[in-house]
């Protein structure tokens, strides 16, 4: 258990509909990362928030977009969606250490119908 | 964009063999991890190397980051079924606007069969 909690574990939706995936990360860490993976793409970084604020991004569409909140939580959302938007999605958290390192939650599979 | 290509894609062995998987890129990073993941589970952080040259133990599975900080390996020796799973290694940024920004490897999908 990496002490990161992501839900809903499964989502099944049709498409040009709008989902919001939820985490919350580990207790201590202020950064929170958000991470997409599917079969032909791999791992892909889409957004980093620290401490309530963006910190960095990455691949992310403009139909989707995140926020973090004063409890650290943070909430992807996922607008408009296209089959191509079927995926595995990831939330992480680091503490604040030179290398990065990352833990991740279990995954929200979303699944465009 | 900094790349890291991961080779084999696909390894399929029998127990009790030894196996390498390479990560290698054109560019220098501040720190290597390796992660490994199983069916429905999340990335689990398996080691870090920082220094050039650093070589790190874990059992049966050795790391190692390249002198330049460009490329890493995995050795797993004499492996077992539970070992199966995807193997994916990560190239963290330094600082600024990128820290924290792990760019990851394809990965590496491990079939170890009894």
């Known amino acids: 258990d990496s002490g990161v909690t992501q839900t809903p574990k499964h989502l099944i939706t049709a498409t040009g509909q709008r989902v919001t995936l939820r985490c919350s990360p580990r207790?201590?860490?202020?950064?929170v990362y958000w991470y997409q993976q599917s079969l032909d793409q791999g791992l892909q970084f889409l957004i980093q928030?620290?401490?309530?604020?963006?910190?960095a991004k990455g691949n992310i569409l403009e139909r989707f977009s995140a926020q973090q909140f004063p409890d650290l939580h943070s909430e992807l959302n996922l607008s408009s969606l296209e089959l191509g938007d079927s995926a595995l999605y990831f939330c992480a958290s680091s503490p604040r250490t030179i290398t990065g390192e990352l833990f991740f939650g279990e995954g929200s599979r979303l699944t465009v119908l | 964009t900094q790349l890291l290509e991961q080779s084999p894609q696909f390894l399929s062995i029998q127990e009790g063999e030894n196996l390498t998987v390479y990560c290698n890129s054109s560019?220098?990073?501040?720190?290597l991890q390796w992660y490994r993941q199983e069916p429905g589970e999340g990335p689990v952080l398996l080691v870090t190397?920082?220094?050039?040259?650093e070589v790190k133990k874990l059992k049966r599975l050795t790391f190692q980051f390249g002198d330049a900080r460009k490329d890493s390996s995995l050795h797993i020796t004499a492996a077992q079924p539970g070992d199966t799973g995807l193997y994916l290694c990560?190239?963290?940024?330094?600082?600024?606007?990128?820290?924290?920004?792990?760019?990851f490897g394809q990965g590496t999908i491990l079939t170890v069969h009894p």
């Open positions: 990560a190239g963290a940024h330094a600082g600024g606007t990128s820290y924290g920004k792990l760019t």
């Open positions: 190397v920082v220094t050039g040259g």
């Open positions: 560019s220098v990073f501040s720190s």
């Open positions: 928030y620290y401490n309530g604020e963006e910190r």
């Open positions: 207790s201590g860490d202020l950064s």
